[in-house]
């Protein structure tokens, strides 16, 4: 199994990943917007006998906290193949995406999934209350990636464009 950064020629497979993995083409639909958007600032693939059978995308947010932007990712899609999941293959397109984002700098991730599967990389419903968003309730989490920031009362985070367009 090969973890790799998205290259020219993966647009197709990385569709067909998405759209097998979720009961839509919605999510599918939302990478391609997002590459051509040029929000797609980390896409990571997993590649086994030339197929990709897994995918995840990071795209910057508009986020501010206590009035003072930050630099702030959201994560997702995140997609296994249906007949490789529950493998570990997502764990460690999560951890690589998180490493990445921790190299260069960014601050902040946010994300909307279940709690019960992204605890465990750290991602806390509680961190993320804070920000005002549309999509504010239990499945919207955070994980601060900047430890000597002081966890803000209040503030905002956007998705970027693409993802309003779904
Ligand atoms: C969610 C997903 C990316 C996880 O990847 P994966 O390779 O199957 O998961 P892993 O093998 O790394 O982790 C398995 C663990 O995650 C849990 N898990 C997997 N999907 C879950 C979900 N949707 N909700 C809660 N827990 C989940 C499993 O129960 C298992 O838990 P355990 O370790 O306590 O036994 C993958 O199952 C998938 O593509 N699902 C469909 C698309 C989707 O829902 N994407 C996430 C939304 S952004």
Redesign the pocket.
């Known amino acids: 199994m090969l973890f790799r950064a998205e290259k020219s020629g993966d647009e197709k497979p990385i569709f067909a990943v998405n759209a097998a993995?979720?009961k839509t083409d919605a999510e599918a639909r939302l990478v391609d917007m997002l590459r051509s958007d040029g929000d797609l600032v980390f896409s990571h693939v997993v590649e086994e006998n030339g197929a990709i059978i897994?995918h995840i995308a990071l795209s910057p947010m508009d986020a501010v906290a206590e009035d003072q932007p930050i630099k702030a990712l959201g994560l997702?899609?995140?997609?296994?193949a249906p007949n490789?999941?529950?493998?570990?293959?997502?764990?460690?397109?999560v951890e690589a995406a998180i490493k990445w984002a921790r190299a260069q700098n960014w601050q902040l991730i946010i994300?909307?999934?279940?709690p019960?599967?992204y605890s465990r990389f750290g991602f806390s419903v509680e961190d993320a209350k804070p920000f005002a968003s549309p999509f504010a309730g239990p499945y919207f989490q955070a994980l601060w990636l900047d430890e000597t920031v002081q966890k803000p009362q209040s503030g905002r985070a956007e998705y970027a464009p693409a993802f309003g367009r779904l």
């Open positions: 993995a979720f897994g997702g899609p995140v997609a296994v490789r999941q529950l493998e570990g293959i997502g764990s460690q397109l994300l909307l999934g279940n019960r599967y």
